[in-house]
């Protein structure tokens, strides 16, 4: 660990530092340093769930077209902009629906989340650290929701279903969702934030009818999966080609050239993630044979924790974590480590890995290191102090929604029970 974090700061990407360390572990253990080839090839070889982590960041790639973005955003102010704080509004509501087209924090909030942040922003209607603090904590709200990378990445650690587990994410997103445009009620209330001009009732199935074909992208990708016609990775596949075809034929905004330049970030994203991937399993190989999973899970035993006392150290951690480090850093290196005890306790994996993923979402957005902070001052041009004191009313409200979704595993689990699980 201390070889990782030296490396890091040396200025290493953590996906190499982790293999750097793991191939000196070997060393000085006299063990065959080709070990460390051996796991990654045949961790990333064998796992046909990978696949789909390249697919998914593609067709989100192909659907943040400008056209696709205008009519959804229309279609969001449409439905909420003629309440209190109506822009604001707004902006919760484009999380929660282009998290079919993201899957990833940053991505979001760097993406539709910035024309959010410039569009609350013109003439003065909302204070620029307002706008910034609620493009941040909008942006977690994707990662939560179907498809999730990183759920699918949990899904790889511990052998869980994808579809159980994006099922198990829809309510604690529509949560995180509800609980801020609660807030923004209040605020807009008290502070008399601006209500936007409201769209005609007449012109609604017009505007929703133009954005349908996007909103379909995610009831196709579920359909896909439950209906037994696609694996997980297939209806990646499909959630892509369907992405294209819409984009470029229905609402004709993708030229070939866009293409190009969709997979060729697509291609880049998807690299570094696979290094990351490669250094954790790497790592993880290193964990294992150091037997830590099982010594943990051993000592929680023995201090005979109840799951609720887990959960609420587990969470804890996850936060603290969350704010210092990289998402995925998080899902493929420690909960690996906890995953074992909480099932021996007696935590139900779906609901853990919800709550696991909540949890570092949430810390993206935690002063004073939270990773969308960081880029929001950037964004918004705003002092990190101005930002933080936003921030913390949206914080506050998220707890409650971790909360619940923490020590009510029954709301978690409510849809995945309906397609079948039996967790």
């Not at 080839?37 to 593609?58: G, H, M, R, V």
């Not at 650290?129 to 990183?150: E, H, Q």
């Not at 950037?378 to 009313?393: D, Y």
Request: with cysteine; net charge neutral.
């Amino acid at each position: 660990m201390a070889a990782i974090v030296l490396l890091s700061l040396l200025g290493v990407p953590i996906g190499q530092a982790m293999i750097g360390a793991s191939i000196l572990y070997l060393w000085l253990k006299g063990m065959d340093m080709g070990s460390a080839a051996e796991q990654l090839l045949n961790s990333t070889y064998s796992s046909y769930l990978l696949l789909a982590i390249p697919l998914f960041i593609l067709a989100a790639s192909f659907m943040s077209s400008g056209s696709v973005l205008d009519r959804l955003l229309r279609w969001c102010n449409a439905l909420v902009g003629r309440f209190p704080g109506g822009l604001a509004q707004v902006n919760v509501l484009q999380s929660v629906v282009f998290a079919s087209m993201s899957g990833s924090a940053l991505a979001d909030a760097a993406g539709s989340g910035k024309l959010m942040q410039a569009m609350m922003t013109r003439d003065g209607r909302y204070p620029p650290s307002f706008a910034a603090a609620l493009t941040a904590v909008s942006a977690v709200i994707g990662p939560i929701l179907p498809p999730s990378i990183p759920l699918v990445l949990y899904a790889l650690v511990s052998g869980t279903s994808i579809g159980y587990l994006f099922l198990a994410g829809v309510l604690p997103g529509l949560l995180l969702g509800a609980v801020q445009m609660a807030l923004i009620h209040y605020l807009a209330k008290r502070h008399r934030f601006p209500v936007e001009d409201p769209v005609p009732l007449r012109e609604l199935p017009r505007i929703t009818r133009e954005a349908l074909p996007a909103l379909m992208m995610p009831v196709l990708l579920l359909g896909c999966l439950y209906s037994g016609i696609t694996t997980p990775t297939e209806a990646a596949g499909v959630a892509a080609a369907y992405a294209l075809v819409i984009a470029a034929f229905y609402y004709r905004s993708l030229g070939l050239r866009d293409v190009y330049q969709s997979l060729q970030q697509s291609a880049r994203t998807s690299v570094s993630i696979g290094i990351l991937i490669a250094g954790a399993t790497v790592f993880n190989f290193v964990i294992t044979s150091e037997n830590i999973p099982a010594s943990l899970s051993t000592m929680m035993r023995g201090l005979e924790l109840s799951p609720f006392t887990f959960l609420l150290l587990a969470n804890l951690l996850l936060l603290v974590l969350g704010a210092f480090l990289e998402g995925s850093t998080i899902i493929l290196v420690i909960l690996p480590v906890l995953l074992p005890t909480a099932v021996a306790l007696g935590v139900d994996p779906v609901h853990f890995g919800v709550v696991a993923v909540l949890n570092i979402m949430i810390g993206l957005v935690t002063p004073p290191y939270g990773l969308l902070l960081f880029m929001m001052t950037k964004i918004a041009n705003v002092s990190l102090g101005a930002l933080v004191r936003a921030t913390l009313p949206f914080l506050g409200v998220m707890m409650i929604a971790l909360a619940i979704t923490t020590f009510w595993p029954d709301f978690v689990l409510f849809l995945p029970r309906l397609a079948g699980y039996t967790g």
